[in-house]
Nanobody, 130 residues
Framework: EVQLVESGGGVVQAGESLKLSCVVS????????IGWFRQAPGKQREGLTC????????EYADSVKGRFTISSDKSKRTVYLQMNNLKPEDTAVYYC???????????????????????WGKGTLVTVSS
């Protein structure tokens, strides 16, 4: 069974940082593109970033470039999302996701790319207060 398990969400104040973690099943860690989405109340799910653990390549949506950083630790099969200078509009449920692809495709940054995701985590809530 493939699993993606997120953790690290919580309540922070605007301007603070938070680091999310996603433990990924060994079967897909190196074979799939792994990334992060978020969904705010009443809004469409939004792709943020992706990493290919096979070669370390990454992609980012324009909305988070410069503030969010994706990374991974192969020994822990964990993908991280470092979020800096958080804003109230970053409040959302953040989801880890996997796409059966050889590269980080538009699944992770096109407007409705989420329809191409193969596996989802259950999400972790991030709340940014002003």
């Amino acid at each position: 069974e493939v699993q993606l398990v997120e953790s690290g969400g919580g309540v922070v104040q605007a301007g603070e940082s938070l680091k999310l973690s996603c433990v990924v099943s060994s079967r897909i860690f190196n074979q799939y593109a792994i990334g992060w989405f978020r969904q705010a109340p009443g809004k469409q799910r939004e792709g943020l970033t992706c990493i290919m653990n096979s070669d370390g390549s990454t992609e980012y949506a324009d909305s988070v470039k410069g503030r969010f950083t994706i990374s991974s630790d192969k020994s822990k099969r964990t993908v991280y999302l470092q979020m800096n200078n958080l804003k109230p509009e970053d409040t959302a449920v953040y989801y880890c996701a996997a796409d059966d692809a050889f590269y980080c495709s538009g699944v992770f940054y096109d407007k409705e790319g989420y329809v191409g995701v193969d596996y989802w985590g259950k999400g972790t809530l991030v709340t940014v207060s002003s």
